[in-house]
């Protein structure tokens, strides 16, 4: 089958296309026939090797897993011993946290992953942009409770992770201010915020307003310059930063304003079925920037790495219009 591989760390051009022995499902496991994956901020940081401290995980000199990509949408086209919940056919879309492998053909992905069938009337590129961001904004929203009556702030809300965060709080009851460049106010506003904040033209944080959560959907800011705009018991919500695993733990004990950074994220098939549920009622949608063929992977890592894509980036596999 074909996949992308690299086999050294590195810029977007050690990616390239390979033919690779084609998976075998094991017990409980499925084989997915790829018809649409994503490319995210996570599958360009395991490919560049940085920050360093993530070799001792992925591989120190060398990756361990050499195909990367987490969401998928395809077709289920067998299954292992022991595996009986889908059948060949079946139209499915989730995430395979920890094993990747989605940029290729065909992925191994274990029946009891973070996974569903498709809703009717989907496209595999718009089931393959669901998951990822919505389920890092689900792992990270879930500590905080959202509800009615609850001040949410969402920095970097134009991402995966941020469009699928401004939709999830909204639907919880939250009030919701969203923070974006120029380019995605639009949009921003469109997916239900109550107030968008051009990030160019204002500082959020010299404001004056106080949030009773702020969400950092893409890492760029820091709990200290966002302390001050938190109320009194308030959370800072992290998505990136090692810095911020020991914030967690030392805001837990002290002062009134934490900082929470689910390490390492829990991902449960439920939020998969909620997101399900969503799209099926028109509350959820998934943004696509751009989409690109599998061959063009290089092409499609050096645009997510201008940190300028708006919402998803899909790559295509096999025959979406099937």
């Not at 992308?4 to 390239?16: A, K, S, T």
């Not at 289920?76 to 879309?93: C, H, I, K, L």
């Not at 160019?200 to 800011?221: L, M, Q, S």
């Not at 092409?299 to 219009?321: C, F, M, P």
Request: overall charge positive.
């Amino acid at each position: 089958m074909r996949a992308v591989v690299h086999d050294r760390y590195g810029p977007p051009d050690v990616l390239r296309l390979a033919e690779v022995p084609r998976p075998v499902p094991e017990a409980g496991e499925v084989l997915v026939a790829v018809m649409a994956t994503t490319l995210s901020r996570t599958d360009c940081a395991l490919r560049s090797g940085k920050p360093f401290v993530g070799r001792f995980v992925t591989g120190l000199r060398r990756p361990k897993r050499p195909v990367l990509g987490v969401e998928f949408a395809g077709e289920v086209v067998a299954a292992g011993p022991g595996a009986g919940e889908y059948q060949a056919g079946d139209r499915v879309f989730g995430v395979n946290p920890w094993r990747f492998g989605a940029h290729a053909e065909f992925v191994r992905v274990p029946e009891s992953a973070p996974m569903a069938r498709m809703p009717d009337g989907l496209g595999y590129a718009e089931a393959a942009a669901i998951c990822d961001g919505a389920t890092q904004a689900l792992i990270a929203l879930k500590p905080v409770n959202p509800r009615k009556g609850q001040s949410i702030l969402v920095y970097g809300a134009s991402g995966s992770v941020g469009t699928a965060a401004v939709q999830l709080a909204r639907h919880f009851g939250a009030e919701v201010t969203a923070v974006c460049a120029t380019a995605a106010v639009d949009l921003v506003g469109s997916l239900g915020a109550d107030v968008v904040i051009d990030r160019t033209r204002e500082d959020f944080t010299a404001n004056g307003r106080r949030y009773d959560v702020i969400f950092d959907a893409v890492g760029k800011h820091s709990f200290r310059r966002c302390r001050a705009s938190l109320n009194p018991g308030g959370a800072y919500l992290a998505t990136d930063g090692l810095r911020n695993v020991l914030l967690a733990r030392w805001t837990a004990r002290f002062g009134d304003r934490k900082v929470i950074f689910p390490v390492p994220p829990r991902y449960d098939r439920q939020d998969v079925l909620l997101l399900k549920r969503l799209i099926e009622a028109g509350e959820y949608r998934a943004v696509i920037d751009r989409r690109y063929r599998l061959d063009e992977v290089a092409e499609a890592t050096r645009y997510v790495e201008t940190e300028q894509k708006i919402g998803n980036v899909v790559l295509t596999v096999g025959d979406i219009s099937a």
